[in-house]
């Protein structure tokens, strides 16, 4: 089958907070190719909430879930998922011959599937910490919240960060030099290693391999122009703080 180039556009729906849509716009940067999206900043939430689910009617058009981040393509299509989108990134980087590292088929190679399972961890770990957050700032003061149910998701989380110092350790997870391109496994584990700074989620004690992976990472231009205390274009952000 002929491949043929897209020339749709694009445009990456997000809020700078979303730690999905902060790995999507990372791995674009990594790549090179950010360019390529037109930025269009949200505020969307699973219940109405005045302030945070101002543009579901919006992104509904292009992902029914009304969840970010949503890949608007054109006027009339959309991919959403941040893996879905992170995987259609990585074909329109190979599709303009850059190599992406990570991407090739490694069918008995148990690094590669480590790696591949480590973006899969982040977003459980991303969901859990999301689901507290919720919890915390919306369910309480409607008379809903529920301790064990925090705990539960905190476990998750902390059973993840146990799993990502284990891939530092035995190597699945290695300190990048300045010249090396970050895969979407070293995207993810900075992106959640971030929002759980900003969620004040204590880490380090029991990850002295991963905190020095992250010290690394935290000086590259992806992290630094996707810093969520702020919009991607530079404008201050301060409101809707999970």
Not at 2 to 15: E, Q, R, V
Not at 122 to 151: C, F, H, N, P, T
Request: aromatic content about 10%.
């Amino acid at each position: 089958m002929t491949s043929t180039k897209d020339n749709s556009s694009y445009t990456l729906i997000y809020h700078p907070f979303s730690p999905f849509a902060r790995k999507v716009f990372m791995y674009a940067i990594e790549l090179g190719i950010s360019e390529l999206f037109t930025l269009r900043k949200v505020v969307v939430a699973p219940v109405h909430y005045p302030g945070w689910s101002d543009d579901v009617p919006f992104v509904g058009a292009f992902n029914p879930l009304a969840k970010i981040p949503t890949l608007a393509i054109g006027q009339d299509d959309g991919f959403f998922g941040s893996a879905t989108i992170c995987a259609y990134v990585s074909a329109l980087a190979r599709q303009r011959g850059i190599n992406v590292v990570g991407d090739e088929s490694a069918a008995v190679d148990r690094v590669f599937w480590r790696r591949r399972t480590i973006e899969a961890c982040v977003d459980g770990m991303l969901d859990a910490e999301i689901l507290v957050a919720y919890e915390q700032r919306i369910r309480k003061e409607k008379g809903l919240y529920m301790d064990s149910w925090v705990e539960g998701q905190r476990q998750k989380v902390q059973r993840g960060i146990s799993r990502l110092e284990q891939e530092c350790q035995r190597g699945s997870l290695k300190v990048l030099g300045a010249h090396e391109r970050a895969d979407i496994a070293d995207c993810a584990v900075a992106v959640v290693l971030g929002f759980l700074d900003i969620r004040e989620v204590e880490w380090r004690s029991t990850a002295p391999g991963l905190d020095s992976w992250y010290e690394s990472v935290k000086q590259r231009p992806s992290f630094l122009q996707t810093n969520p205390l702020a919009d991607w274009t530079g404008k201050p952000e301060e409101k809707n703080r999970l």
